[in-house]
């Protein structure tokens, strides 16, 4: 039997890689590429304790301790997945000189988003996998224990649990990181807005400038004695009018 192993990558991997048994009535054979913590402690327990009776045992208490891990890791992530959904939803909404800073931190929100989603993607893989393997061991041992049968029975009910909540941790990570994107645009069209505001306050004054500043004889504000501070009036007025129509309109 072979199923995804729900660890972390090694070091430097990509993937994690998966684990094998080889499980008969009296011997029970593990194919490893990578240290995994579950054997490494179950391995130890036998020192501690008297050593298990059968081959089928030795899976079921490692099964159980893969279970117990999965479980752990899924309640950690959905710490980091509340801490994520705080930050992004209940903080404040910074302005002016912030902006930069808030920009920073909603890539930082998005890569951690994005790290979420790949580990319950394991994790999921994981334990779907585990699934398989469990549900066919306990339907091809049966008659080989009869006291581990109910422990079996009851790792498929603790792995589809796990399931469950694994897959309302993804869809509140697909929610987190569609708000995210939501929160992006709408940075982005703040920017835009301020742009655009920009641009049309400067049409005035720029044509009050081209205007005064063609060269014709019959220009009547050329021969005013304040023709340069009427000429710096009218564009001071045609900059600031706009900008106060824009705060009235509430549009920044």
């Known amino acids: 039997m072979s199923t995804p192993s729900a660890a972390r990558h090694p070091e430097g991997a990509d993937t994690t890689p998966p684990i094998g048994f080889v499980l008969s009535a009296d011997r029970l054979v593990t194919v490893r590429f990578m240290t ?8 130890a327990s036998f020192a501690a304790q008297d050593a298990p009776k ?3 045992e030795v899976f079921t208490l490692l099964c159980e301790d893969i279970v117990d891990r999965v479980a752990d890791a899924l309640e950690h992530l959905a710490g980091e997945l509340n801490g994520l959904s705080t930050s992004a939803f209940r903080a404040e909404d910074p302005r002016g000189h912030h902006a930069a800073r808030a920009n920073k ?8 988003v994005g ?37 079996l029975v009851g790792l498929c009910r603790d792995i589809h649990s796990l399931v469950d909540y694994e897959e ?6 697909q929610f987190v990181l569609d708000a995210l994107v939501g929160l992006i645009g709408i940075a982005q069209n703040d920017i835009f807005k301020v742009l655009t505001i920009v641009s049309i306050a400067g049409i005035p004054p720029t044509l009050i400038a081209g205007i005064y500043g063609m060269n014709f004889k019959n220009i009547p504000e050329y021969d005013w004695a304040w023709g340069y501070q009427y000429g710096w009036a009218v564009i001071i007025l045609s900059t600031v009018i706009p900008l106060v129509w824009f705060k009235v309109k509430g549009w920044f």
């Open 168 to 173: 309302q941790l993804a869809n509140k990570v």
């Open 105 to 112: 931190l909603l890539r930082a929100q998005l890569r951690q």
């Open 36 to 43: 995994l913590p579950a054997v490494d402690a179950v391995a």
């Open 115 to 151: 790290r979420l989603g790949d580990r319950l993607s394991d994790i999921r893989d994981g334990l779907q996998g585990l699934g398989r393997v469990v549900t066919y061991t306990e339907q091809q041992a049966k008659g080989w224990s009869e006291d581990l049968e109910p422990r």
């Open 54 to 56: 059968s081959s089928l």
